[in-house]
């Protein structure tokens, strides 16, 4: 189990690394400034989405909670989207709204951390 943990981490830690190298690199190319740090919208869907995976490879070893991963998987993928919104509350809430390109690159790190949360997730259910 620890090696799985390990795995997982490493694979997030790349995935922060080259998406948000790769990212970045694209925006300063066009020209692009956003008006929030790219950086910390990274940082919090890895580490959370590490998390998640963490909590549901260790549930899957216990017995009691085995049959209900896939709900406790929604109910923590509802959860992460309320902290994202609490979290960054005034990127998301301030009184300009955000244009079209600031939206988007808010939503690539979601959809690239929750396509790896989810394999790997779909894997450890895939056991059971």
């Known amino acids: 189990m620890i090696k799985k943990i390990t795995a997982y981490l490493l694979s997030f830690i790349v ?10 690199y694209i925006l300063y190319s066009s020209e692009i400034e956003l008006k929030f740090s790219l ?4 940082v919090f869907h890895c580490v959370v989405s590490f998390l998640i ?3 549901i490879v260790l549930l ?9 991963l896939g709900f406790i998987y929604i109910f923590t993928l509802i959860n992460k989207f309320m902290f994202f919104g609490i979290t960054f509350k ?11 390109i600031e939206s988007l690159n808010l939503l690539i790190p979601l959809f690239l951390f929750l396509f790896l949360e989810v394999y790997f997730i ?4 895939n056991k059971k």
Do not use: D
């Open 39 to 42: 950086l910390n919208i990274y």
């Open 15 to 24: 995935l922060l690394g080259i998406a948000f190298s790769l990212h970045s």
């Open 60 to 68: 899957s070893n216990s017995e009691r909670w085995s049959a209900q």
């Open 53 to 55: 995976s963490t909590v």
């Open 122 to 125: 779909v894997k450890v259910l």
């Open 90 to 100: 005034s990127i998301l809430f301030q009184t300009e709204k955000l244009t079209k």
